[in-house]
């Protein structure tokens, strides 16, 4: 089987980079992984529907040859598709946000082409050999996970569509029954080299603003995306398609440093978190501490940015441990933390804002220490949702420091400790001259306008007026529901709501194709699986967002983690698939059950977990919660697999509606550790389900 096996493997890599090129494109929102994978599956559906509903196409696709020309027709699809990724740049503005439309409409639209021609590919695959298609797969695609897996740890710098290549090469040449003499195979392997290697060169890399152009250097990271500008002696460095930070430090950056030093009698040990604490740390050496440490656990990253700017740090200055196990090493140990991630927009900067966070930073600082992180912010004006985001932030703080100073600009620099903080203008002033600071914009002459009481009043009034904003927590992150909050401040625009009917009406032109209501009882090992399909999708992408606030590293892992569901899938049907069809079920909705149960009992724990102890926490849990699913699915196909297209199918569309559920409302709206109860429902359904078909079983006997 090995051209099964390396079909899985490149629809893996493909479904992953592609995953990856759209969460970078979308602020890396986790939303924009959940809903694309939704995306995904239901196109592969709507694929494996094509290719069995149409006669003509099936009769193409019979045979070896068939069987080349849907493997070559899912490469060429899916190198235009990263392609299209990469050149998706015109849809973006700069510092903005993506609304919960943009998040939707872009997820399904830019992850068509190769979903859609891998649907056709698995129809053809599954048409003969069936449930030994699905294991090999299943295999196939656990070996492209941990390939995507040494990719961003050992050479994240190599284009994801070199790798796609030789990936896709493997696969043409890996099918049988044609001869390599001729063109049947070189010509597209010809063509195939020229599409994946040629895009190799296209300038960006990979897809930006257009407002960032005029970059001139660019990396992939293990983490991120970095691009780099010089114009005018101005050095700007982007990640993600947003500014990181600019050097020389403008007006804002320069103050958010210097009036934090200023306010504390004497920072001898200061720490910078993030990797815009490469160059912010200069501004603290101008108070000669003692130590200055830069935490930031991309040595990719942390390389690109150096290389560019000199800021004359040592290694030894620099932390690669990941900031939150650092903090809770290092008790009573510094009297500055800077937290300088620019805005939670997504749940690995939004680890960094949490109550979970504040508190861990509160035991590592000493007495007096002050912790200093900024929000964006408008002296004139400040939207709602702004107000509301902000506000559930800085609660957040409140709630675990004893003071809480603001200090508001073109951003909000929010200090927070467990002792009185002293910003009088004189005071600082003061301390100023002690320490002979020489700066640029926060100087003695501007302390008075910049501490003004007016300007601060302003501020704390504007955002007091959010009544009991919700605490920020690694388990319901605002930076999710604020994706809401912006689609609803946005509502009444007639663009908004122009396209929410024309989604609406693609939607219910795709979901017809979902079994109804009476179909459904009289297939109800369809329906059975269409549940089991729904619950497994949406306990893995609980799990995914899970262990991204946990550790920040679904963006690296993730291909890693698909894999350890993909190889769940393949162990579970594999095992169950002798087992007597109705026990066999029933034992894999029970695991499903205490699976998600036990996550929910365990939930109030990760904060406590280091990333290297997650990681295999969640490997675990993905690989049970692919056995209950694989294991399910097997025992419904029971052993004459003649349906197993079918069931397949109903396997799909569930995942993708659980995917695109659990992604676009129900974590947003109830929180991480809520979703279980609602992924549970799911299983309870089905059990109810297989309750009434063994006693209809049973009334027959």
């Given at each position: 089987?090995?051209?099964?096996?390396?079909?899985?493997?490149?629809?893996?890599?493909?479904?992953?980079?592609?995953?990856?090129?759209?969460?970078?494109?979308?602020?890396?929102?986790?939303?924009?992984?959940?809903?694309?994978?939704?995306?995904?599956?239901?196109?592969?559906?709507?694929?494996?529907?094509?290719?069995?509903?149409?006669?003509?196409?099936?009769?193409?696709?019979?045979?070896?040859?068939?069987?080349?020309?849907?493997?070559?027709?899912?490469?060429?699809?899916?190198?235009?598709?990263?392609?299209?990724?990469?050149?998706?740049?015109?849809?973006?503005?700069?510092?903005?946000?993506?609304?919960?439309?943009?998040?939707?409409?872009y997820s399904f639209l830019l992850t068509l082409p190769a979903a859609l021609a891998g649907g056709m590919c698995l129809a053809r695959g599954l048409s003969e050999k069936r449930l030994a298609?699905?294991?090999?797969?299943?295999?196939?695609?656990?070996?492209?996970?941990?390939?995507?897996?040494?990719?961003?740890?050992?050479?994240?710098?190599?284009?994801?569509?070199?790798?796609?290549?030789?990936?896709?090469?493997?696969?043409?040449?890996?099918?049988?029954?044609?001869?390599?003499?001729?063109?049947?195979?070189?010509?597209?392997?010809?063509?195939?080299?020229?599409?994946?290697?040629?895009?190799?060169?296209?300038?960006?890399?990979?897809?930006?603003?257009?407002?960032?152009?005029?970059?001139?250097?660019?990396?992939?990271?293990?983490?991120?995306?970095?691009?780099?500008?010089?114009?005018?002696?101005?050095?700007?460095?982007?990640?993600?398609?947003?500014v990181l930070i600019q050097t020389p430090l403008t007006e804002q950056s320069e103050i958010s440093v210097q009036l934090p030093m200023l306010a504390h009698k004497n920072p001898e040990n200061?720490?910078?978190?993030?990797?815009?604490?490469?160059?912010?740390?200069?501004?603290?050496?101008?108070?000669?501490?003692?130590?200055?440490?830069?935490?930031?656990?991309?040595?990719?990253?942390?390389?690109?940015?150096?290389?560019?700017?000199?800021?004359?740090?040592?290694?030894?200055?620099?932390?690669?441990?990941?900031?939150?196990?650092?903090?809770?090493?290092?008790?009573?140990?510094?009297?500055?933390?800077?937290?300088?991630?620019?805005?939670?927009?997504?749940?690995?900067?939004?680890?960094?804002?949490?109550?979970?966070?504040?508190?861990?930073?509160?035991?590592?600082?000493?007495?007096?220490?002050?912790?200093?992180?900024?929000?964006?912010?408008?002296?004139?004006?400040?939207?709602?949702?702004?107000?509301?985001?902000?506000?559930?932030?800085?609660?957040?703080?409140?709630?675990?420091?004893?003071?809480?100073?603001?200090?508001?600009?073109?951003?909000?620099?929010?200090?927070?400790?467990?002792?009185?903080?002293?910003?009088?203008?004189?005071?600082?002033?003061?301390?100023?001259?002690?320490?002979?600071?020489?700066?640029?914009?926060?100087?003695?002459?501007?302390?008075?306008?910049?501490?003004?009481?007016?300007?601060?009043?302003?501020?704390?009034?504007?955002?007091?007026?959010?009544?009991?904003?919700?605490?920020?927590?690694?388990?319901?992150?605002?930076?999710?529901?604020?994706?809401?909050?912006?689609?609803?401040?946005?509502?009444?625009?007639?663009?908004?709501?122009?396209?929410?009917?024309?989604?609406?009406?693609?939607?219910?032109?795709?979901?017809?194709?979902?079994?109804?209501?009476?179909?459904?009882?009289?297939?109800?090992?369809?329906?059975?699986?269409?549940?089991?399909?729904?619950?497994?999708?949406?306990?893995?992408?609980?799990?995914?967002?899970?262990?991204?606030?946990?550790?920040?590293?679904?963006?690296?892992?993730?291909?890693?983690?698909?894999?350890?569901?993909?190889?769940?899938?393949?162990?579970?049907?594999?095992?169950?698939?002798?087992?007597?069809?109705?026990?066999?079920?029933?034992?894999?909705?029970?695991?499903?059950?205490?699976?998600?149960?036990?996550?929910?009992?365990?939930?109030?724990?990760?904060?406590?977990?280091?990333?290297?102890?997650?990681?295999?926490?969640?490997?675990?849990?993905?690989?049970?919660?692919?056995?209950?699913?694989?294991?399910?699915?097997?025992?419904?196909?029971?052993?004459?697999?003649?349906?197993?297209?079918?069931?397949?199918?109903?396997?799909?569309?569930?995942?993708?509606?659980?995917?695109?559920?659990?992604?676009?409302?129900?974590?947003?709206?109830?929180?991480?550790?809520?979703?279980?109860?609602?992924?549970?429902?799911?299983?309870?359904?089905?059990?109810?389900?297989?309750?009434?078909?063994?006693?209809?079983?049973?009334?027959?006997?």
């Amino acid at each position: 089987m090995p051209a099964f096996f390396l079909l899985g493997l490149f629809s893996l890599l493909t479904q992953v980079f592609a995953l990856k090129e759209l969460s970078g494109l979308l602020t890396a929102h986790e939303a924009a992984l959940g809903l694309g994978l939704s995306a995904w599956l239901l196109w592969t559906a709507a694929g494996m529907a094509l290719a069995l509903k149409n006669p003509a196409l099936t009769r193409a696709l019979e045979g070896p040859k068939g069987f080349l020309s849907a493997c070559v027709f899912f490469t060429f699809a899916s190198g235009a598709n990263l392609i299209l990724l990469k050149k998706a740049g015109f849809l973006l503005t700069p510092g903005l946000a993506a609304g919960l439309l943009e998040l939707i409409l872009y997820s399904f639209l830019l992850t068509l082409p190769a979903a859609l021609a891998g649907g056709m590919c698995l129809a053809r695959g599954l048409s003969e050999k069936r449930l030994a298609f699905y294991r090999a797969e299943s295999f196939g695609a656990a070996a492209g996970g941990l390939l995507t897996l040494l990719h961003a740890v050992f050479f994240p710098g190599t284009d994801p569509l070199f790798i796609l290549g030789a990936a896709a090469l493997a696969l043409i040449f890996s099918a049988p029954g044609v001869s390599l003499a001729g063109g049947r195979k070189l010509a597209p392997a010809a063509l195939a080299g020229l599409l994946f290697f040629g895009g190799t060169r296209l300038k960006p890399p990979f897809a930006l603003p257009d407002y960032f152009a005029g970059a001139s250097a660019y990396a992939r990271t293990t983490g991120s995306r970095m691009a780099f500008m010089d114009t005018g002696g101005q050095k700007t460095f982007i990640e993600d398609g947003s500014v990181l930070i600019q050097t020389p430090l403008t007006e804002q950056s320069e103050i958010s440093v210097q009036l934090p030093m200023l306010a504390h009698k004497n920072p001898e040990n200061i720490l910078f978190i993030g990797p815009a604490g490469l160059l912010l740390a200069s501004e603290a050496q101008k108070h000669h501490p003692k130590s200055v440490t830069v935490c930031d656990p991309d040595r990719f990253r942390a390389a690109f940015i150096l290389e560019r700017s000199h800021p004359g740090l040592t290694d030894a200055q620099i932390d690669r441990t990941d900031a939150r196990l650092l903090l809770g090493s290092r008790q009573k140990t510094y009297d500055m933390i800077f937290q300088t991630v620019p805005e939670p927009l997504n749940a690995a900067a939004n680890r960094y804002f949490t109550l979970d966070f504040f508190r861990e930073a509160g035991r590592s600082l000493k007495k007096d220490g002050i912790l200093v992180f900024t929000l964006p912010f408008s002296e004139n004006y400040l939207p709602p949702e702004r107000a509301y985001f902000a506000a559930s932030i800085l609660a957040s703080a409140a709630s675990a420091f004893k003071y809480l100073e603001l200090t508001p600009g073109g951003t909000l620099t929010a200090l927070a400790s467990d002792s009185p903080i002293d910003l009088a203008p004189e005071a600082l002033a003061r301390r100023y001259g002690q320490r002979k600071i020489k700066n640029l914009y926060a100087t003695p002459y501007a302390f008075p306008f910049l501490l003004d009481p007016y300007r601060r009043s302003w501020a704390a009034t504007t955002l007091g007026r959010i009544k009991h904003p919700p605490l920020n927590t690694d388990l319901n992150p605002v930076a999710y529901f604020y994706v809401w909050k912006m689609w609803l401040a946005m509502f009444v625009s007639p663009g908004t709501l122009t396209g929410l009917a024309l989604m609406a009406a693609a939607f219910a032109l795709l979901l017809g194709r979902l079994p109804q209501p009476a179909e459904l009882l009289k297939n109800k090992e369809a329906a059975g699986v269409f549940l089991a399909g729904f619950w497994a999708m949406g306990f893995e992408v609980v799990c995914l967002f899970m262990f991204q606030t946990s550790s920040g590293q679904l963006t690296w892992k993730m291909g890693m983690l698909f894999a350890g569901f993909m190889a769940g899938l393949a162990a579970g049907g594999r095992v169950l698939k002798n087992f007597p069809s109705a026990s066999a079920r029933a034992g894999a909705l029970i695991l499903g059950l205490a699976l998600t149960a036990g996550l929910y009992a365990f939930c109030p724990r990760l904060a406590s977990l280091s990333p290297a102890a997650a990681f295999p926490i969640f490997m675990a849990l993905l690989f049970c919660g692919g056995a209950v699913l694989g294991g399910y699915f097997a025992a419904s196909a029971g052993r004459d697999d003649g349906g197993v297209a079918g069931l397949y199918y109903s396997d799909l569309l569930g995942a993708a509606l659980g995917a695109f559920i659990f992604s676009a409302a129900i974590i947003p709206l109830a929180g991480l550790r809520a979703s279980l109860i609602w992924a549970a429902a799911a299983l309870a359904a089905g059990a109810a389900l297989a309750l009434y078909s063994l006693k209809e079983s049973t009334v027959k006997m």
